[in-house]
């Protein structure tokens, strides 16, 4: 499978591009006729965007992003639909889309599995399918290509500053993981445990949250209820909302977080950052939302006949409090 890796540099431009409505190329700078601002002969392209849903600000960030490259003055008519984290429902939708006769599909979905026979139908149908932020388990043939972001990698890189933090002492971690079967929720926690492998932190309990805030806190409550404020160390949320529900669930029970517990979570939005920056949370490793005006030039690039990397990544930075605080003010998310 043919990989391309976007720097982070890369991606702050077309971040900035996707809130200004402004175009930028597909990937790494190569000969493209994707450029989202171009009209063509002035033809709209109808594409459908199947999103997961709205449980969190990472995804009302990508959302927007989306909404934005996807417009009218950049050439393209939007046909949304938000599953609402109900694969049975976004499964439903694409093959409205299938019906209604689109001219590219793009799908954020819900979770890998069960994608087999919607994606054969799309490609029967001769509809490009196009997969942005998360992945599925089918075929890669029945899909154009993908880009997001290396989630096992942000697991990762959460795992070695935990490792290199706390690993030389027992220490007791709780998980709040994502979406029971999506990409970032089982990528996130296997680039996690690899990297804590041979530590002294133990998981002594892990459960979803859905990647919501009151997920989380509810959560975090039952584990609080369980253990205690003094039998937790250190929490792992696979999203900053989770970590920021977490919060609540421990300042409720009369604990400080990012002292009597401390957090690492996954995302880097404004509210996670202020956190961060405020010293409830301890290490956030980013995923950028804003790719948006990258989906819309591939989407152009496939239906020109262009050959397209089958997986566009794009590179992660990751923060402490002191490079939250430099950064936090000029961040569009």
């Not at 942005?132 to 989630?151: I, K, M, P």
């Not at 999506?182 to 996690?192: E, V």
């Not at 948006?292 to 990751?318: I, P, R």
Request: glycine letters at 12%; proline letters at 2%; one cysteine or more.
């Amino acid at each position: 499978m043919k990989k391309s890796f976007l720097s982070t540099i890369a991606l702050a431009g077309a971040a900035a591009l996707a809130l200004t409505a402004c175009s930028s190329g597909s990937d790494d700078g190569g000969d493209s006729s994707a450029d989202p601002g171009s009209g063509g002969d002035g033809e709209l392209i109808t594409v459908g965007f199947a999103q997961t849903g709205a449980e969190s600000g990472w995804r009302a960030a990508n959302t927007e992003s989306m909404e934005t490259a996807f417009s009218e003055e950049n050439g393209f008519e939007l046909v949304f639909n938000a599953a609402d984290n109900d694969p049975a429902a976004q499964i439903s939708a694409v093959r409205g889309f299938i019906n209604q006769g689109v001219d590219a599909i793009v799908i954020a979905p819900v979770v890998e599995d069960g994608w087999d026979d919607v994606l054969q139908e799309a490609a029967d149908a001769g509809i490009p399918v196009i997969l942005e932020d998360r992945t599925v388990s089918a075929s890669d043939d029945l899909y154009a290509t993908w880009v997001g972001l290396d989630f096992e990698e942000e697991g990762r890189m959460a795992g070695a500053w935990a490792a290199e933090q706390y690993g030389g002492e027992p220490t007791n971690m709780v998980v709040l993981e994502g979406t029971t079967g999506s990409a970032p929720a089982n990528d996130r926690a296997a680039g996690f445990s690899a990297a804590i492998e041979g530590t002294q932190i133990e998981t002594i309990a892990s459960q979803t949250g859905d990647f919501t805030r009151d997920g989380g806190k509810s959560v975090m409550e039952g584990y609080i209820a369980q253990y205690g404020i003094e039998g937790i160390d250190l929490v792992f949320a696979h999203n900053d909302d989770m970590g920021l529900g977490a919060i609540e669930a421990i300042e409720a029970a009369g604990g400080v977080p990012g002292e009597d517990i401390k957090i690492i979570t996954i995302d880097a939005v404004k509210d996670g950052m202020q956190a961060l920056v405020d010293g409830k949370i301890n290490y956030i490793v980013e995923c950028n939302p804003l790719l948006g005006d990258l989906a819309a030039g591939l989407v152009k690039d496939v239906l020109a006949g262009n050959e397209v990397e089958k997986t566009v990544y794009v590179e992660d930075q990751a923060f402490d409090q002191a490079a939250a605080a430099e950064v936090i003010d000029s961040r569009a998310y």
